[in-house]
């Protein structure tokens, strides 16, 4: 799981069932000025609720929903819903302005993961894990790349880039040239010559 929706987790987590049902009502209600945030809430709350039931699927973050153009409406709107429900005296609702503290904070620290690639064609491997954008590296100036990678050390989940590195006995070197040559490889190979 990506360290940024940690903190989102977190405060799905502390989520009473009633606090939950009353999210899942607030984004039911609510004005549709940012769609793709309420699109993102009501995914989030299915995500909680089949955790608790012992299903997983992976939590995707807010900006997978939200278009680049609806950031600053998404941040207004998670404010707004968050002063509502701080100010609601009906509910005891700590946890959901907990929450939108957290997608608020998201927004403002501008999280869009943009992976950057030699080879577009793997695209949808990206964007499963966690890419809200891919592009093309051999159009992308080397700041950005060098940006991406140091982003990318900080940041990506090691399981995630362990699913990524395949390992081979040097024997088995000569016969997996023709993938390598033929762009078929996925992720790293990793030759061991002690093997």
């Known amino acids: 799981m990506d360290a ?3 903190p989102i987790v ?7 069932d009633g606090e ?3 999210l899942i009502e607030a984004t039911n209600e609510a004005p549709q000025i940012a769609p793709g945030l309420l699109a993102w ?5 299915d995500w909680e609720r089949h955790r ?8 995707q973050p807010p900006v997978a929903a939200t278009p680049p153009e609806e950031d600053s409406i998404s941040i207004d709107a998670a404010v707004i819903v968050r002063a509502q429900f701080a100010q609601d005296e009906r509910v005891e609702a700590r ?4 929450l939108f503290g957290e997608v608020a904070a998201i927004f403002r620290l501008g999280f869009r993961v943009i992976a950057s690639t030699g080879r577009v064609n793997e695209a949808e491997a990206l964007k499963a894990l966690g890419a809200a954008e891919v592009i093309d590296r051999v159009m992308a100036p080397k700041a950005l790349c ?3 990678w140091a982003r990318l050390a900080q940041d990506l989940d090691l399981a995630k880039l362990d699913s990524l590195v395949r390992e081979i006995p040097l024997a088995a070197a000569i016969d997996a040239h023709a993938d390598i040559l033929a762009g078929k490889l996925r992720g790293r190979l990793v030759v061991n010559v002690n093997a």
């Not at 608790?52 to 939590?59: H, I, T």
């Not at 946890?95 to 907990?98: F, L, T, W």
């Open 52 to 59: 608790r039931a012992g299903m997983d699927f992976p939590l």
């Open 10 to 16: 977190a405060a799905l987590a502390d989520l009473d």
């Open 20 to 22: 939950l049902a009353a």
């Open 41 to 45: 809430l009501e995914h989030a709350a």
């Open 146 to 148: 060098e940006q991406a």
């Open 4 to 6: 940024a929706l940690r």
């Open 95 to 98: 946890a959901v302005v907990r």
